[in-house]
């Protein structure tokens, strides 16, 4: 089912809901908040630990967190659960995701938590957010309103070999795309392996159209078919067509597998997967690192910035404000240190960078503070309604450039054209 036929489906819930005069759901447990996540194995323990120190410290409803799949699974289960009325008190998602539930009418506005002079934040810890982790979790859709709060945020980063750059004669990762591409030719002609493993990804596209100077949309309208955009998919093609860069499908990491058995030289994926990799290379950090990936013009970089927010539902309000104040608990200057140091996600205070751990762990190794340098220069992606669709259709047409179905100009102009469309079904 496409996301246009859900949003159908949610918006004549929400009109359903309306004319019944009950604005409300129920929540699946009464006696227990629940929290629907997509994280596991180690950091899965994290945030179990640190929900529990938090269930201790401030008696109430337990907060319980369940995973649910990863963010597609839990936006469906979502869906399905505003249709039967009976939802989790929270969840993470994206900006695209949580469109959907508001026009369902089945998330909260957080903006009068945020103010409540009992339970909200002050406007010096307000301050202590990078602002551009807030403003993402506004809706320009529905009058800018803040109807999720940043929780897990990451930027794009570029992953390399040092064995594999080693192997084929070089001693630096890539700085430019031009420079890129020449090294990943030098290592398919000096060692015949792949040099780049890419996964086929929405945000990775972005991240690179920012890098090349570019934007992906100018109010309602898409520019995927601006010189910027033009130029990754031409890139894309090349690897392609040279035989320098094979793709992998969505929720696969096969390219950190690769990458690990030492079979690829690059890989592009959040920096929330240092610690996997960390423990894929056996915490040998001497056979990679991680940078900011390639740009077009290294004195003005760009890339991307993503990761989950949380949205909490209009179930109870007992619900709403336990859920909240988890929230608020875990986005502390103490509990995100702990949290990016743990998973190698990005601490969401400013505050953090004056932390001793976060100090202590920047000094450890080189690259750990590869991600933090990059927000200076991270870009959001669109919260637009419609996104959640036309992340679908970027990465059809990605997928398209690398099996050859499609030259690098006709999925520029393809995307563009249907990208573009899906925007104007959903012009508020």
Known sequence: MSTRIVLAVLCMVSVMISCTGSKDFKPIESGKVLFWDRQTTDTGDLLRAIISDFNSAYPGLPIEAQ????????????????QARTLPAMAVGYQSMTVEYVLAGAVVELDPFVQDVEIGLTQQELDDFFPAFLEMNRYPDFENKMYSFPFCKSVLLMYFNKNVLKEAGIDHPPATWD????QCRQIKATTGKFAYAANIDASTIDGMIFSMGGEVTQGRTTLFDSEPAKEVFKLLETLAKEQL????????????????????????????????????????????????????????????????????????????????????????????????????????????????????????????????????????????????????????????????KQSAEEAAISLKKSADQVLKDFAM
């Not at 799949?69 to 505003?82: C, D, F, L, T």
């Not at 960390?278 to 690192?289: A, F, I, K, P, V």
Request: aromatic fraction near 16%; include cysteine.
């Open 179 to 182: 420079e890129f591409l020449a």
């Open 245 to 404: 860069a094979y793709h992998i499908p969505p929720e696969s990491y096969d390219d950190r597998d690769a990458f690990a058995q030492d079979r690829i030289a690059f890989f592009f994926r959040s920096s929330s997967h240092r610690a996997y990799v960390d423990r894929l290379m056996e915490n040998s950090r001497d056979r990679w690192g991680m940078a900011r990936i390639p740009q077009k013009d290294p004195n003005n970089p760009r890339t991307v910035l993503y990761g989950p927010n949380v949205s909490i539902f209009k179930t109870t309000l007992e619900q709403q404000r336990r859920a909240w104040e988890f929230v608020k608990y875990f986005t502390s200057r103490d509990v995100t240190v702990r949290w990016a140091l743990g998973t190698g996600y990005l601490p969401v205070r400013k505050s953090a960078a004056e932390d001793p751990r976060m100090k202590s762990f920047w000094e450890e190794w080189e690259y750990n503070r590869a991600a933090f340098d990059c927000l200076p220069f991270a870009v959001s992606e669109p919260n637009l309604g419609g996104w959640q669709e036309v992340r679908d259709l970027i990465e059809k047409a990605e997928t398209a450039v690398f099996t050859g």
């Open 67 to 82: 995973y649910s799949g990863g963010y597609s699974e839990i936006n469906r289960k979502v869906s399905a659960s505003i």
